[in-house]
């Protein structure tokens, strides 16, 4: 089973931007109801409209109870980003605890995986890439990034240096969250061409550079594979 308290652990570049930290249930239920609302908006009609007044009333509460966890409509954003990560490394964690993890491809086509169903499943999603990219303190690599490449150090042996695989694993998530995002940005159910597209990119950029006789995992998932998924979807779609 992978330690995936390597995806769960705390993370160093997280900031506080909730004024009140709930203690109470009643006081987390509200501070949920006020972020649920604010995610409905953001799918409704984008983060850059939300304001504080919207989430009071959608949530049905008033300004003030808004505003006694939030300074400003920024902080809500913030809020449901760390919410938004939070919830997508713990669908990571989780898939990865059912999954047969035979290469460190397994690993990543989890992680992509995740990351697709979340924009499906998790209302407000999209503002995960309204603000700052997460980094570690000590590294210009995303955060995320250096977590998933200390699982795969642990569960497999690459050919590549520590600062090498941080380098591709960080560019490799980041190439096909970019994907998927836009596969969201075009249809609202994902746009299945950008998701073949986003898999196959990051397979051959990362077995360009770890070794193809490592990257074809437990599903079968090889280069001419998602060459042939891609072209199927293309020859439906066209």
């Not at 330690?3 to 987390?28: F, K």
């Not at 591709?168 to 073949?196: K, N, P, Q």
Request: glycine content about 6%; hydrophobic content about 40%; overall charge negative.
């Amino acid at each position: 089973m992978p330690n995936v308290d390597l995806i769960l652990g705390a993370d160093p570049s997280r900031t506080r931007v909730i004024r009140t930290e709930p203690t109470q249930r009643r006081s987390t239920q509200r501070l949920d109801a006020l972020l649920d609302a604010a995610a409905e908006i953001v799918d409704e009609t984008g983060f850059e409209r939300l304001t504080t007044q919207m989430v009071a009333e959608r949530a049905g509460a008033s300004i003030g109870t808004v505003y006694r966890y939030f300074p400003d409509r920024v902080a809500v954003l913030h809020a449901l980003r760390e919410r938004s990560i939070r919830r997508f490394r713990e669908r990571v964690a989780e898939d990865l605890e059912r999954a047969e993890l035979e290469t460190w491809w397994d690993v990543v086509e989890v992680t992509l995986d995740a990351c697709e169903a979340l924009y499906r499943d998790e209302p407000g999603f999209s503002v995960v890439h309204s603000g700052r990219r997460e980094t570690a303190d000590d590294s210009p690599e995303p955060e995320f990034a250096l977590r998933i490449a200390k699982l795969i150090e642990a569960e497999f042996e690459l050919q590549a240096d520590d600062a090498e695989l941080h380098f591709r694993l960080g560019i490799a998530i980041e190439l096909g969250d970019a994907l998927i995002s836009r596969a969201f940005e075009r249809d609202a159910d994902g746009d299945e061409r950008y998701l073949a597209e986003a898999k196959r990119i990051v397979h051959d950029y990362l077995a360009e550079h770890f070794g193809r006789e490592q990257a074809t995992g437990a599903n079968g998932w090889t280069p001419a594979l998602g060459d042939a998924i891609r072209l199927r979807v293309a020859s439906r779609v066209d």
